[in-house]
Each structure stands twice: as C-alpha cells, then as structure tokens.
C-alpha cells in the first residue's frame, strides 16, 4: 500500500490566494482527519471525516477554513482567502476505525503564505 | 476537552542511556493513550498504545510505556537508546470507545525533541 498521500508537498503563496491542500487516505479505511502543525500551537486536530461525513470540525481555525470527502478516496482542505498566519504544515491522516485505531499519517504539506 | 503536557521539550542523551520521556493527560473519562514518533524527514508513525488491559505496553524498537491511571500520565521508556532514536516524539489521547460519537480525533502533546549523542 502506497500509504496516505498528500499534495502538494509544499505551497508558497501569497496573502489572500485560495490555497487547496489535497489528500488520498489509505484503501478501506473508515477515518479521515486534517491535523496542522506549528511552532507555537503544535499538533492541531481540525476536522474529521467518518465514511465522507464531516463528525467533528471544531477546530477549524475559522469560516476561512473548508474541507469535503466527495468520496472514499479524497479529501481537500481549502483556505479562501489564505493569511500568513496560516502558515503550517498540514498533515492528512486515516485509520480503519475511531478511538483506539491507529492513524496512519502522510508527510505533510509544509505551507507558507507571504 | 483533553489536553496532553509532556515535559520536556528537548532531551538530549548519549548512546545507551535510558531514556523516560513523561507524559501527562487531563481527562475525566475514558482515555486511548499513543505515543508516535517522527524521524528527521519521516512521516509521524505509531510507537506503541494503550487502550485497555495490561497498563505496560510494549512498542516497536525497543519502546515501552505505563499507563498510571492515578496520576494521568502515559511515560515512554527505553532502557538503551541508540543514535538511530534521534527524532520527534509526540505523545496522545483520544477519547476512550464508551465516550460516545464525536470524539475519535487525537489530542497531542507539544512533543519531545530526543538527540541521542554517539
């Protein structure tokens, strides 16, 4: 198995562009989050997916921040309009259940806005 | 709301030391307890969990971990280190299955950054 994959790997852009970070979870798995990571705030848990449906988006930073699973195999966070303060990596993870599953993660997509 | 403090946020050891990072939880109800690591340009992966059961878990390379439910923590051990263990260790929580929906998602520590000195 090719493992989670995200894309870009790295995104620079400039303050006020829309920013679309993409993920591929691992075949069969039920579980989909969004996690960003910075210097100050560490691992961040933003939303979660279950079989497509969004269970827990709470900590979206703010109404800037979207994410879809049209299907099984994809996911996209979107940022509109992006901030320099957004600046992060963020990491996309999967797992076959809830709770006690392990996640597997991708390697991140490392995201600088000017 | 979890929330996970881990003690040190820079280690630095020689080969062979033992190593004992700590970690700390704050939640009232059931807890999954994970330690993962991050090698230098490496994805985070899993180290070792709790959930239920035998409170010393053993993990991948070495590791282990012991939950203390009387004092919320959840400290990773190693009794040698190796040069090789140089990385980022995070550790975290997720709501335990009798929580209810809602709440798969994981609470992480600010993390560890080990160097091992050969």
């Known amino acids: 198995d090719a493992g989670v994959i995200q894309s870009p790997r790295h995104e620079v852009t400039e303050m006020g562009q829309e920013v679309t970070l993409r993920c591929k979870p691992i075949s069969g798995h039920d579980y989909l989050f969004w996690y960003r990571q910075t210097m100050m705030r560490g691992l961040e848990l933003l939303i979660y997916f279950n079989n497509n449906v969004p269970i827990d988006d709470s900590g979206m930073p703010e109404d800037r921040f979207s994410a879809k699973m049209p299907n099984a195999s994809f996911s996209t966070l979107k940022i509109q309009p992006s901030e320099p303060r957004d600046s992060a990596v963020y990491f996309c993870?999967?797992?076959?259940?809830?709770?006690?599953?392990?996640?597997?993660f991708g390697p991140g997509t490392r995201l600088t806005v000017l | 709301a979890q929330s996970v403090s881990q003690h040190n946020h820079h280690v630095i050891l020689s080969e062979a030391a033992s190593l004992e990072l700590g970690c700390n939880y704050s939640?009232?109800?059931?807890?999954?307890l994970f330690w993962y690591v991050q090698y230098p340009g490496q994805h985070l992966q899993l180290l070792l969990k709790y959930f239920s059961g035998d409170p010393l878990v053993k993990g991948i390379k070495g590791f282990e971990a012991e939950f203390i439910k009387s004092k919320f923590s959840f400290n990773l051990r190693k009794p040698s280190v190796q040069w090789s263990d140089t990385a980022e260790y995070f550790c975290a929580v997720s709501a335990g299955s009798y929580s209810g929906g809602g709440a798969d998602g994981l609470t992480f520590g600010k993390g560890t950054h080990l160097i091992i000195q050969p």
């Open positions: 993870a999967s797992s076959e259940g809830g709770g006690n599953y392990e996640q597997f």
């Open positions: 939640y009232g109800g059931t807890v999954n």
